[in-house]
């Protein structure tokens, strides 16, 4: 199997396709989740691996933000949660080199 080398900016995070068997994030990348929407939304997942695979880091990746709450004059409700920055299937592994994962901000 090959491994999928990320090296620029992906601002919607990333999915890892079944047809590689490992990720490489270049120190040159950045990925991010998806902002929450207005409203109470969750931020989206930075990277994301559903089946086991190993990942290497050296870029940043980081979970979108979460959306904000309702204002008070409208019902009023909470801010959504921050995406997580690397969500991976059981058996799948990751390993530092330089690299940051980070969790997204709260609404």
Known sequence: MTTKTL???????????PGFSALDVAASATV????????GYAGGVGVTIGFAAGMSNSGAITGGAGGTGVAAYDGGG??????AGVVLASGGSSGHTNGAFTGGAGG
């Open 7 to 17: 090296t620029g900016t992906y601002t919607s995070g990333y999915t890892l396709s």
């Open 78 to 83: 909470p801010g959504g949660a921050g995406g």
């Open 32 to 39: 991010g989740g998806a902002n929450g929407a207005s409203g």
